[in-house]
């Protein structure tokens, strides 16, 4: 297992990171992700040190808390040994503070992340969507108290836009408060927007990402295919809906060429599609799920090696769309990007 630093801190990653989204399998979204138990868990995350991976992700919102009070049973007697990193700040309730970044919200969520994860320090806690009736003060502060406290080692963002996290960098900057080093971003072949915007600043600021979804939604496991219904058992049938949208036929054709390279390469075609994401720039840490020992230790297959620049550039042309203004003459007019070269 490779290991890369976080960001710009000391801490070191790897490559490869466990998701534990499948973990409790509560509600219509999460359940359908996968409805692992204490024993499961355990057994997965056996797999997952014996492999080398050393960060462990969950959220407060998945299946209610119960992924957080699952993984938190896996790593008793371990603790030590494990990178432990949840989210905080989407609604768990109907109440008028159970949503959100405030003070209040942030103190008490990492109160109880701390109870169901059975731990008394979480090592990454990252926000999991911009509070916009917050001050971006008040949250900052928070944190400091937080990581003052030892409750939290780092912090870090996720789904944030380019502005949200920039604005949030330069009030940590000019008020001495912890600085975000992970931002949690949905990246893979077929939804690359993470480029336009977010993959510079991540650049220039030190802000590592940690990639959900690296398979876009389940679309890149190899049995999504042109012509073809979803298999039977596909989660996509109950959660396509809760993701990223995707061009049906810019996927068929990405699909094509990734089942070219697993030819040449002996590998599968969701190891080629994480391996194309391990080689971007910023990338600390690839998320990885799985609902069973069968896939876990496919996408674990997803290091150990890497795809030539030849292929490299393959996957890069047809996975290739369109940047929104006002980024795309940096990638199309030479002008612009002799002046400021885009980072891919």
């Given at each position: 297992?490779?290991?890369?630093r976080?960001?710009?801190?000391?801490?070191?990653?790897?490559?490869?990171?466990?998701?534990?989204?499948?973990?409790?399998?509560?509600?219509?979204?999460?359940?359908?992700?996968?409805?692992?138990?204490?024993t499961?868990?355990?057994?997965?995350?056996?797999?997952?040190?014996?492999?080398?991976?050393?960060?462990?992700?969950?959220?407060d919102?998945?299946?209610?808390?119960?992924?957080?009070e699952?993984?938190?049973?896996?790593?008793?007697?371990?603790?030590?040994?494990?990178?432990?990193?949840?989210?905080?700040?989407?609604?768990?309730?109907?109440?008028?503070?159970?949503?959100?970044?405030?003070?209040?919200?942030?103190?008490?969520?990492?109160?109880?992340?701390?109870?169901?994860l059975?731990?008394?320090?979480?090592?990454?806690?990252?926000?999991?969507?911009?509070?916009?009736?917050?001050?971006?003060?008040?949250?900052?502060?928070?944190?400091?108290?937080?990581?003052?406290?030892?409750?939290?080692?780092?912090?870090?963002?996720s789904?944030?836009?380019?502005?949200?996290?920039?604005?949030?960098?330069?009030?940590?900057?000019?008020l001495?408060?912890?600085?975000?080093?992970?931002?949690?971003?949905?990246?893979?072949?077929?939804?690359?927007?993470?480029?336009?915007?977010l993959?510079?600043?991540?650049?220039?600021?030190?802000?590592?990402?940690?990639?959900?979804?690296?398979?876009?939604?389940?679309?890149?496991?190899?049995?999504?295919?042109?012509?073809k219904?979803?298999?039977?058992?596909?989660?996509?049938?109950?959660t396509?809906?809760?993701?990223?949208?995707?061009?049906?036929?810019?996927?068929?054709?990405?699909?094509d060429?990734?089942?070219?390279?697993?030819?040449?390469?002996?590998?599968?075609?969701?190891?080629?599609?994480?391996?194309?994401?391990?080689?971007?720039?910023?990338?600390?840490?690839?998320?990885?799920?799985?609902?069973?020992?069968?896939?876990?230790?496919?996408?674990?297959?997803?290091v150990?090696?890497?795809?030539?620049?030849?292929?490299?550039?393959?996957?890069?042309?047809?996975?290739?769309?369109?940047?929104?203004?006002?980024?795309?003459?940096?990638y199309?007019?030479?002008?612009?990007?002799?002046?400021?070269?885009?980072?891919?």
């Open positions: 297992m490779e290991y890369r976080l960001g710009s801190s000391g801490l070191k990653v790897s490559a490869l990171s466990f998701g534990a989204g499948t973990f409790g399998g509560k509600g219509p979204l999460f359940g359908a992700w996968g409805t692992t138990d204490e499961e868990a355990r057994r997965l995350m056996d797999i997952c040190l014996d492999a080398g991976i050393n960060l462990f992700d969950t959220a919102v998945y299946s209610e808390g119960a992924s957080e699952v993984l938190g049973a896996a790593i008793k007697g371990r603790r030590e040994k494990v990178i432990l990193s949840t989210k905080i700040s989407l609604p768990l309730g109907d109440g008028p503070n159970d949503a959100g970044s405030s003070r209040s919200r942030l103190i008490k969520g990492v109160e109880d992340a701390l109870k169901r059975g731990t008394d320090y979480i090592d990454l806690m990252q926000l999991h969507a911009f509070d916009a009736g917050t001050p971006v003060e008040e949250v900052l502060s928070t944190f400091d108290v937080l990581v003052r406290s030892g409750k939290l080692r780092y912090v870090g963002v789904n944030f836009s380019g502005w949200q996290l920039m604005k949030s960098l330069g009030v940590a900057d000019r001495g408060y912890p600085r975000y080093v992970a931002n949690q971003v949905y990246y893979s072949l077929v939804g690359r927007d993470y480029e336009w915007e993959m510079p600043l991540g650049l220039d600021q030190g802000v590592g990402a940690l990639v959900w979804s690296p398979l876009g939604w389940g679309r890149l496991t190899g049995r999504i295919r042109r012509g219904p979803w298999p039977e058992g596909s989660r996509l049938h109950h396509a809906a809760f993701g990223p949208p995707v061009d049906d036929e810019k996927l068929y054709d990405i699909v060429v990734l089942e070219v390279l697993a030819e040449e390469t002996g590998k599968t075609v969701p190891q080629i599609a994480i391996n194309w994401i391990l080689q971007r720039p910023t990338v600390s840490s690839v998320i990885i799920g799985a609902r069973n020992e069968e896939q876990l230790r496919q996408n674990l297959g997803a150990g090696w890497s795809l030539s620049a030849e292929q490299v550039a393959r996957l890069d042309g047809v996975s290739a769309t369109t940047a929104p203004y006002p980024h795309f003459p940096y199309r007019q030479e002008g612009f990007a002799r002046i400021n070269p885009p980072p891919v």
